[in-house]
Each structure stands twice: as structure tokens, then as C-alpha cells.
């Protein structure tokens, strides 16, 4: 009796779900080591990025606490600060010492508290400090330095200047001198690198320390800069012999201005670049003032203005005779008694002629006063006056169009007529506002201009300017292609491929794991006893060898199933 073998057919494992980081960890396990070193670059730079900017972001933001702080000061700063325990550094150059952002004003009025930084300027809160028993001297010491320290802040809020420095000299004034000494001040200015004081600012810096000072002229008023220089006038007011930059500044804007005229004027005529024009101007800046007093005669007295009049009038009766005779005994004689009859007319006096008895003499005053015609004239000469205009003006040539030459070839440019030169001379009179009495004088010359050629060098390419411009406007688009190209290039192609090939290999390693599979188990029937088992044959062991090669190789085989899908 025959018993039929069945041959049982094993089942095919299911596949084990893995785990993502048992599967990251296969993926990267399966990368050749040119891909492992890259890949562990980028997240160590990708680490140092991160710690750098929680760094970055844990930092905190420091401010300016002082700024120009002397050697001895930032010492005293700097030591303060390390016993508040406040973290701090300094800026570059070392001007400035700067703490975190939220302790600025904390750190700020602790150390004024203790008087840091010494080098500031103080003003009439010197004054608040007195102690008692402070001498005259010392009081008015300290108000000369708190004058100073206040000029000095009004000086400092000026946007050119980074510090100044006030020096008074206020004398002890005495009323037992009969001629007091006058104050005087100087200050010294530094500015900011690369600006500077005009002429308006000056000015202002020296009105607002004579106008602080009592008795204080402007004149007794220097103002020098760090280095040295004298930026106003001498203390004596002697100015004249340096050279006032307004009077030239106002002089050269006269002869653009003339110029610029002469050139509007005649360059529509001539032609653009075809005429030269150069205008010199002399500025009278000196100051006069003339005093005239007139006095003229009274001519009639409808034409006379009477000031005042005065008439002192004595007289006695009426129709008096004043007396007459000559004096001595026998006119001062009594008169004698009068012999008439009794119902006759009176008879006269006898005594010398003499006039009545009991008449008085009259008398009459007259004084008139005239006012006095009087005529005072101040002039005052404008500062500024032009005193004289020279224009010298030259023109090119004229290119007369369709002019042909003796040898009939066309003509070159051709001088022009007189006609022609005495208009543009007088056009230019008419511009400048010429004056003869004065002494202007106008010279038009017509000359050929000499154009200069200047010899063509041939410049290689990469030197023209144009293909310059062009290389800088292209360069930033050009590297940043570049740029992105090497990164594209250099780290994400291999990572892609990479991946390719990682995938491959986890394809390859699946079809193996099938093949694997489908080598079953075939049953036979048990030999008889005594039988030794038949040995492999050669197909057997090439395919035991595949099969550990593929265990140990995955890899190879990978790529030689690759050459067999390509064809190749």
C-alpha cells in the first residue's frame, strides 16, 4: 500500500511594520559614506545656526551710558559699575561706554549720585551748595564758574560743536578807580569731524557770551578751535588786514552773476561753447558818514521866523518937551515964581529953558530874537558799491554754411565783421549795466578756438567703462545663480541621488526577500536505510552563493540587477 507524499508549502511570512526611526536609521545605514559625511555636515551646521541664534536672541541690547568720557572718568565708571554688578563694554574705539538697555537710566543716576562722571560741566547749582562761612572770595568764585559752566551747556547745544571750554576774566570791581577795568572772555571750541563754523555762528557764539557777561563788549570776545586758530576777530578789533571771506564770497557772486548774463546773451548767437566770457568786479566794503551843518542868513523879516520879542515902553504926560539946555548950576536952578496977570495965558519955565514943572521924559525898548536857520545832513555810504566793472569776452569764430573755398572745398570758420563785433559789444555794455564815469571797460575779441583732439586709445575690453558698468550691474545676479547653482549641485543632487539609490537597494532587497521566499521546501520520500544523501549539485551551489552574497552584498547585487532591468 502506496502512501502519497503532500508537500506542504510554507507560508510566506508577513512583512514586520518597522518603526520610523528604525527606518531612518536603515536609510542611513544604507548610504555610502561620501553621503554620511555630508549629511552630518549640514546638521552641524544646522546646529550652529540654531545655538547662534538663541544666543543671538538671549543676548541683551546695550546702550550708550557715556560718551567721551576722559581716561580718569571711564576708571571711575568702570569700577563703580563692577560693584552695582551691571555687565557692560565698550564701543568701538573705546568712546563710549555702553550697559544693557534696561539698566541705562538706573546706572545713570546712581553714579550721579556719587558725582561720576567728574569731567561734567556744572552750572549755578554750585551756588545750591554753599557752606557756611563761605568768604566774598569764594562766593564770587563760584558764581564765575557757574557762569562758565552755563555758558559752556548753551555753547555744547550747538549741532557743530562736540565740546567747549569758557574762560571769564571779571575784574574786582572798585569805585575808588577812576577808570575800571573792562571784563574779557575767550572760549575754545571743538567740533565734529568735517564740520565748521560760519561767519552768523560766530557771531552768535560771541553776542551770547558779551550779552551773559555785564559790561562786556563783543570785541573783548575770542573764540578759538582745538587747534589753535583764531575764529573771530582780535580782541582789539583790529580786523583789517585779515581777509573777511564774506567780501570775496560776495564779490565772486557778482562776477558769476555777470558772467552768467554775458554767456545766456550770446550763446544762442554764437552757438554753445563758442564764446568765453571772465568778469572782474572791484566792491568798495568800506564804511563812511559825513556830517554837513548849514547856516544860512536872515533875509527879510516876512522871510524870518521870529523867536521871541521883548518891548519895554517909560513915558510921561503927553506932549511933554523933554529937557534941554546945558546941564550945570544955573539949569538946575528952582524956577522962579511967574509974573502974570491974573485972567493972561500961564507963562513957560525960566530956568534954562527947562520944561515944565512936573513933567516926565518917555523911554522905549525894543529887543526881537530870530530864530537861526539851520541845515544838518548825515550821509551814510552803502557798504557793497560797485566801483568799477571789466568784461573781457572772446568768441569763436562763425562756421558760415555753404561757404566754399578758393580750391572749392567748403570754407573752415570765418571771423566776423565789424558790424557784427560792435553789437555783441554793446550787448554786453547793456548786460553788465556799463558806466564810463566810473571806469568800466568791455574788450569782445574774435579768435579761433583751438580744439585739442585727444589721441583714440584702444582700450582692451575688459577696460571700458561700459563693459564695467555692465560687469557690476551683472556681477550680484551672476553670484547669486552661482551661488544657488553649487548648493543645488554640491548638496542637494547628491542627496537626491542619494535617496535614488537607497530606494533601489531597498528594491532590489525586497525581490531578493521573494525569491528567497519562493525557494520551497519540496518533499521526497526518506531513502532507504543505508542510502547516503545525494550531494548538491553545482546549480545548488551557485545558488547558495547568490543567496549569501545577497545577504552580505546587498549592495552589488543591487547594482547588478540594475545593469539587468537597464538591459544593459
Do not use: C
Amino acid at each position: 500500500m502506496s502512501t502519497a507524499a503532500v508537500a506542504e508549502v510554507p507560508a510566506i511570512p508577513e512583512p514586520v511594520a518597522s518603526s520610523p526611526a528604525s527606518g531612518l536609521l536603515q536609510r542611513l545605514g544604507a548610504l555610502d559614506r561620501a553621503a554620511r559625511l555630508r549629511w552630518g555636515a549640514a546638521l552641524v551646521l544646522l546646529l550652529v545656526l540654531a545655538a547662534g541664534a538663541f544666543f543671538y536672541t538671549r543676548q541683551p541690547e546695550y546702550r550708550v551710558l557715556f560718551a567721551g568720557v576722559n581716561d580718569k572718568d571711564g576708571g571711575a565708571i568702570v569700577a563703580q559699575l563692577a560693584q552695582m554688578n551691571v555687565p557692560y563694554k565698550y564701543s568701538e574705539g573705546g568712546g563710549a561706554i555702553l550697559v544693557p538697555a534696561e539698566r541705562v537710566h538706573d546706572a545713570r543716576l546712581r553714579l550721579a549720585t556719587l558725582g561720576l562722571p567728574k569731567g561734567s560741566v556744572s552750572g549755578f547749582e554750585l551756588m545750591e551748595s554753599s557752606r557756611f562761612g563761605v568768604t566774598q572770595f569764594q562766593e564770587r568764585l563760584n558764581f564765575q564758574r557757574g557762569l562758565e559752566g552755563e555758558l559752556t551747556r548753551s555753547i555744547q547745544a550747538l549741532a557743530s560743536v562736540q565740546s567747549a571750554r569758557v574762560h571769564l576774566a571779571l575784574p574786582n570791581q572798585n569805585g575808588f578807580f577812576r577808570e575800571q577795568q573792562k571784563p574779557s572772555a575767550s572760549v575754545l571750541v571743538s567740533l565734529y569731524p568735517g564740520r565748521f563754523l560760519d561767519r552768523t555762528q560766530l557771531a552768535g557764539i560771541v553776542h551770547l557770551v558779551a550779552s551773559s557777561v555785564p559790561e562786556l563788549a563783543p570785541s573783548a570776545v575770542s573764540v578759538l578751535d582745538d587747534t589753535g586758530k583764531l575764529l573771530s576777530q582780535s580782541p582789539d578789533g583790529s580786523a583789517s588786514s585779515a581777509i573777511d571771506v564774506q567780501q570775496l564770497t560776495y564779490t565772486q557772486q557778482i562776477e558769476q552773476q555777470y558772467t552768467r548774463r554775458i554767456l545766456d546773451l550770446l550763446e544762442p548767437v554764437v552757438g554753445k561753447d563758442n564764446v568765453k566770457a571772465q568778469v572782474t568786479a572791484e566792491v568798495d566794503f568800506s564804511r563812511s558818514e559825513s556830517t554837513v551843518e548849514q547856516h544860512r542868513p536872515n533875509l527879510s523879516a516876512d522871510a524870518s521866523a521870529v523867536r521871541s520879542q521883548q518891548v519895554v515902553e517909560t513915558g510921561g504926560a503927553p506932549g511933554a518937551v523933554p529937557p534941554s539946555g546945558v546941564p550945570g548950576a544955573i539949569s538946575n536952578q528952582p524956577p522962579q515964581a511967574a509974573n502974570a496977570a491974573v485972567n493972561g495965558p500961564a507963562q513957560q519955565l525960566a530956568a534954562g529953558g527947562g520944561a515944565q514943572e512936573g513933567a516926565q521924559p518917555g523911554k522905549r525898548e525894543s529887543v526881537t530874537n530870530y530864530e537861526v536857520d539851520k541845515t544838518t545832513q548825515v550821509t551814510r555810504a552803502a557798504v557793497g558799491v560797485i566801483k568799477r566793472v571789466n568784461a573781457a569776452v572772446v568768441v569763436n569764430y562763425a562756421q558760415v554754411a555753404g561757404a566754399v573755398g578758393p580750391d572749392g572745398k567748403p570754407a573752415g570758420p570765418q571771423a566776423l565783421s565789424a558790424a557784427q563785433l560792435e553789437q555783441m559789444t554793446a550787448l554786453v555794455r547793456e548786460t553788465i549795466g556799463f558806466n564810463k564815469e566810473r571806469g568800466d571797460s568791455v574788450n569782445l575779441m574774435n579768435a579761433p578756438f583751438r580744439v585739442e583732439e585727444a589721441p583714440a586709445v584702444d582700450l582692451p575690453l575688459w577696460k571700458q567703462p561700459d563693459m564695467q558698468e555692465l560687469a557690476k550691474s551683472l556681477a550680484w545676479p551672476l553670484g547669486i545663480s552661482l551661488a544657488v547653482a553649487v548648493v543645488l549641485l554640491g548638496v542637494a543632487r547628491p542627496v537626491l541621488k542619494a535617496r535614488a539609490a537607497t530606494r533601489e537597494l531597498a528594491l532590489a532587497e525586497r525581490k531578493l526577500d521573494a525569491i528567497e521566499s519562493e525557494s520551497l521546501e519540496r518533499p521526497a520520500l526518506p531513502g532507504p536505510d543505508g542510502v547516503q544523501e545525494l550531494q548538491p549539485t553545482p546549480a545548488q551551489l551557485r545558488l547558495e552563493d547568490a543567496r549569501n552574497l545577497a545577504r552580505n552584498n546587498p549592495i552589488a547585487v543591487a547594482n547588478i540587477l540594475k545593469t539587468w532591468v537597464n538591459g544593459e
